[in-house]
C-alpha cells in the first residue's frame, strides 16, 4: 500500500489538468472581455453615485431650462450632470446586455473546451481510475477473507462480539457491492481490463 501512496502522491504532483481559457483561445478571449466589461461597469457604478450625489447636493435651480435658455441664462448647475447621468445609464443598460450575451457564448466555450480538455487527459483518467479498480480488488479479497473468518466464527457458534465485529455494508453485498459496481463501470468506460 505504500507504493499506491507514493505512485498517487507524486502522479498528483506531476499532473495538471489545464484551465478553459489554456485550452480554448475562444474562451480565454470571452473571459478577458467579461473582465473588461465588469471592470467598466464597476467604474460607471461609482461614476453614477458620484453624480447623484452632486445632483441632490446641488440648489434647486432658480428658474426652468427654457426660461434660463430665452434670458440668456444658465438655470441649472445639474443640466450637464443629469446629461451625463442619462449616458451613464444607457451605457450600463448596454454593458448588462453584452455581459448576458458573452455568459451565454462562455456556456457554449466551456462545452468545447472541456471536450479538448477530456480528450488530452483521458489516458490519465484512465490511470487513475485503474488504478482505484485495482485497490478495490485487494479490498474486495480483504473483504471475502474478512467474509469467511466471520462465516467460520457463526459455523462453530461462537460468541465473537469481544472482537468487535466491523460493519462492512457500506461496502454493499459481498459478489454484487459497490466494489463490483466500481469496477463493473470502469470496465464498460474502456479504463480497466
Given at each position: ?132 479498480a ?13 467474509d ?7 459455523r ?23 466494489v ?14
Amino acid at each position: 500500500m505504500a507504493f499506491l501512496k507514493k505512485t498517487a502522491a507524486s502522479a498528483a504532483q506531476e499532473f495538471r489538468v489545464p484551465s478553459l481559457a489554456e485550452a480554448s483561445p475562444e474562451y480565454a478571449g470571452l473571459i478577458a472581455k467579461r473582465d473588461e466589461l465588469l471592470a467598466q461597469q464597476s467604474a460607471l457604478s461609482a461614476e453614477r453615485s458620484d453624480i447623484e450625489q452632486k445632483i441632490a447636493e446641488a440648489p434647486a435651480p432658480a428658474m426652468r431650462p427654457g426660461v434660463a435658455a430665452l434670458l440668456g441664462e444658465t438655470s441649472d448647475s445639474t443640466t450637464g450632470l443629469r446629461a451625463r447621468l442619462g449616458e451613464v445609464q444607457k451605457l450600463g443598460v448596454d454593458i448588462t446586455a453584452a455581459l448576458e450575451i458573452i455568459r451565454q457564448r462562455l456556456a457554449v466555450a466551456r462545452t468545447s473546451a472541456s471536450k479538448a480538455i477530456c480528450q488530452t487527459t483521458r489516458a490519465e483518467y484512465g490511470r487513475r481510475v485503474a488504478a482505484i479498480a485495482d485497490a478495490l480488488k485487494v479490498v474486495g479479497v480483504a473483504r471475502a477473507a474478512y467474509d469467511d473468518l466471520r462465516n467460520a466464527f457463526d459455523r462453530e457458534d461462537v460468541s465473537w462480539g469481544s472482537l468487535g465485529p466491523l460493519d462492512l455494508r457500506f461496502l454493499g453485498d459481498a459478489r454484487e457491492g459497490q466494489v463490483e459496481r466500481f469496477i463493473r463501470e470502469a470496465r464498460s468506460s474502456g479504463y480497466y481490463g
